[in-house]
C-alpha cells in the first residue's frame, strides 16, 4: 500500500504562486510516475501535470503550460507542483496519484486526499 499526502494548498489572490507538495510513503515502487490532477465544483477530474521517475519526461495540460511546474526529489519521495500566474480557474482540489505517466486518472493507482487550492479575482 501506499499513501500520499499533499500539502501547500490555500487562498490566493490572481497573479500569485503556489507550490503543492505530495509525499509518498509506505511500499512505493521502484520506479514510479507521479502526477497531479484538479477536480473543480460540478466538473470531472482533469490532468494537470506528470513526471517519469527519473524527472526526465514530464507532461503538462495545456491550461498550464508555462505556468505550472512538476518536479521530485525522490530522495524524499516527494513530487511539487510550482504554481505561478495563478488564475481563478486554477481553483480546485489537487489530488496527486502515482502509476504510468499518463494523462488519463485510470493509468495511476494511488491517490492522495487531495488540497484546496482558491484564486481570488
Known amino acids: 500500500q501506499v499513501q500520499l499526502v499533499e500539502s501547500g494548498g490555500g487562498l490566493v489572490q490572481t497573479g500569485d504562486s503556489l507550490r503543492l507538495s505530495c509525499a509518498a510513503s509506505?511500499?512505493?515502487?521502484?520506479?514510479?510516475?507521479m502526477g497531479w490532477f484538479r477536480q473543480a465544483p460540478g466538473k470531472e477530474r482533469e490532468f494537470v501535470a506528470g513526471?517519469?521517475?527519473?524527472?526526465?519526461?514530464?507532461r503538462y495540460a495545456d491550461s498550464v503550460k508555462g505556468r505550472f511546474t512538476i518536479s521530485r526529489d525522490n530522495a524524499k519521495n516527494t513530487v511539487y507542483l510550482q504554481m505561478n500566474s495563478l488564475k481563478p480557474e486554477d481553483t480546485a482540489v489537487y489530488y496527486c496519484?502515482?502509476?504510468?505517466?499518463?494523462?488519463?486518472?485510470?493509468?495511476?493507482?494511488?491517490w492522495g486526499q487531495g488540497t484546496q487550492v482558491t484564486i481570488s479575482s
Open positions: 513526471i517519469t521517475w527519473s524527472g526526465g519526461t514530464t
Open positions: 496519484a502515482t502509476g504510468r505517466l499518463s494523462s488519463v486518472a485510470s493509468a495511476y493507482r494511488y
Open positions: 509506505g511500499r512505493t515502487p521502484s520506479d514510479y510516475a
